[in-house]
């Protein structure tokens, strides 16, 4: 049987797409600028191209991997310095041991195998705080105190090295300042230590300033000081650590910014911290029995540089976060590092300061072409002054001051340092103390009369007001302008520093000529707030 004849079935030709046929039809071009047109590229394209360049950006921006590396490095060598649970004296924060009796932190065998037994060795006190309590000098610090340094001695840079996981850590900063010696013991560089976290500004010794001192007119000085300086605090706060005024403003503004952080008090060598934490244990033991009970075994107070070697963990806060007592910052510019050890407590005032003058009345006597020595440690030469020109000393009572004509200013001090002219006290070391050599020399423009021109501040000493007192007629135009300049030479040991600065308002008269600084608005509240 014959098959069926299928039908004959015929399929249209495919076209190809119309892309590709214009593609064809059309003669190529590079693509433009806007990437359009048939060769514009696909999402694909414009997506790697997006990363490619983001990729290059970042390789460009971004530092080196081994800049990382080296933050990286640095982080972790400042970590590795934080406190570690080990025991340490909780006098002065050295580690214990039983190895080297001579070293910070030793502590007899017997007493520390039976408090480790007993589970006390934060009760222990290291033979070295032992004599400090009972006031000896005993220095720690290598190249401080007149001491060459030791394995019994720590060096300054490893007591900084201390305080470098700071940065690192979050963390309340109470930064303070002596208020005698303010220049020398601001600490410029405390970001360093500090980082980002806040800071709260504590002035101690207030209570030293002379008799009365207009404490507002002190917050406003120091508060033009610190802006001038650009160190962005939180507050200032005025305080004395012996009669407790502004203490309890301290403790307010800690409890209000604390938010849970430890609270760190940093400062530099013998300003006052464990002084002033001894103090606010003190006023916080009212109402918080942890206060209370941390007043036991807090650090101990002395007149030696370096007496806090490690930091001091307290528990202080009855609502968390601890308290620490942290190694003053060793300044090489101030003069407790250059004294020997003994002649250190001769450098602390223990009174009210009060000024020594020259001349000391209003007589015609001239200060010009004479020389004035503060003990063995700074001598002025005064070359050129207006009449009645009077320079005030501010500083510890022990130290003298001692006026003699500028030719024979060499063979005085020659003769007289160690014996008249004290500290270096005694002959023996006078004759290595290596004398005054560092020099700069002032000159000083008179601008206004009826207020000191300027102050003169040694570091870690006191400071020097300069004052025009009675100048004649014939030296003052109608403005009432002084037309006269203070030419002084200033000698002092080697590394000290000698500031200028505009003068502190200190005694009943300051009050009368000290002007506080007018403001806007905006300027008032961005200034920082101080208290007392």
Not at 258 to 282: M, P, Q, T
Not at 403 to 419: C, L
Request: charged content about 25%; overall charge positive; aromatic content about 6%.
């Amino acid at each position: 049987m014959a098959s069926p004849h299928l039908p004959f079935l015929s399929f249209p030709k495919t076209q190809p797409p119309l892309a590709l046929h214009r593609a064809r039809a059309l003669p190529s071009r590079p693509p433009d600028a806007a990437g359009a047109g048939p060769a514009a590229p696909t999402r694909g394209d414009r997506f790697l191209d997006r990363h490619l360049a983001t990729d290059a950006a970042a390789r460009v921006l971004a530092p080196d991997d081994a800049q990382r590396r080296q933050r990286r490095k640095d982080k972790r060598r400042a970590l590795a310095s934080k406190p570690s649970g080990l025991p340490s004296c909780y006098g002065c924060g050295a580690p214990l041991h039983t190895a080297e009796e001579a070293a910070p932190g030793y502590v007899d065998p017997a007493t520390y195998h039976l408090k480790k037994r007993h589970h006390q060795l934060r009760t222990v006190l290291c033979a070295r705080c032992k004599l400090l309590s009972h006031g000896h000098m005993v220095t720690a610090v290598g190249g401080h105190g007149g001491y060459p340094g030791g394995k019994q001695f720590v060096s300054a840079e490893e007591l900084r090295d201390k305080l470098s996981y700071l940065r690192h850590e979050k963390a309340l900063i109470v930064k303070l300042v002596d208020i005698v010696d303010f220049n020398g013991s601001f600490l410029t560089r405390v970001r360093d230590f500090a980082g980002a976290n806040p800071i709260i500004l504590v002035i101690t010794k207030v209570d030293l300033l002379p008799r009365d001192t207009d404490l507002n007119c002190v917050g406003d000085w120091v508060v033009e000081s610190v802006v001038k300086k650009k160190l962005n605090v939180l507050s200032v706060h005025l305080t004395s650590s012996k009669s407790l005024v502004g203490i309890t403003g301290v403790i307010s503004e800690i409890q209000q910014e604390k938010k849970g952080r430890d609270v760190y008090i940093l400062g530099s060598a013998n300003v006052g911290k464990s002084a002033f934490i001894s103090a606010l244990l003190r006023t916080m033991a009212h109402k918080d029995p942890v206060a209370a009970a941390a007043q036991k075994y807090k650090p101990i107070q002395s007149a030696v540089p370096g007496t806090t070697l490690g930091p001091i963990e307290i528990e202080a806060f009855l609502g968390g976060g601890k308290l620490y007592d942290t190694p003053g910052v060793h300044l090489h510019h101030r003069q407790a590092a250059v004294i020997h050890a003994d002649d250190l407590p001769s450098l602390a005032p223990q009174s009210r300061l009060k000024g020594q003058c020259f001349p000391a009345n209003d007589t015609d006597v001239e200060l010009s072409g004479n020389s004035l020595f503060w003990a063995g440690l700074v001598r002025v030469d005064v070359v050129k002054a207006l009449p009645r020109t009077r320079l005030t000393f501010y500083g510890p009572k022990k130290l003298k001051v001692n006026v003699v004509p500028t030719t024979e200013a060499d063979q005085f001090y020659k003769t007289e340092v160690g014996v008249t002219l004290t500290p270096p006290t005694g002959t023996e070391r006078a004759e290595g103390w290596a004398g005054l050599q560092g020099v700069r020399e002032l000159k000083i423009k008179y601008e206004e009369l009826d207020r000191p021109a300027c102050d003169i501040s040694i570091s870690g000493l006191g400071w020097i007001s300069v004052e025009p007192l009675g100048v004649p007629s014939n030296s003052t135009d109608s403005n009432g302008n002084v037309d006269g300049e203070l030419h002084l030479i200033v000698h002092v040991p080697k590394p000290v520093e000698v500031f200028v600065r505009p003068p502190l308002p200190v005694g009943k008269a300051a009050s009368q000529w000290y002007r506080y600084q007018e403001l806007t608005e905006q300027e008032e509240e961005l200034r920082p707030k101080w208290h007392y």
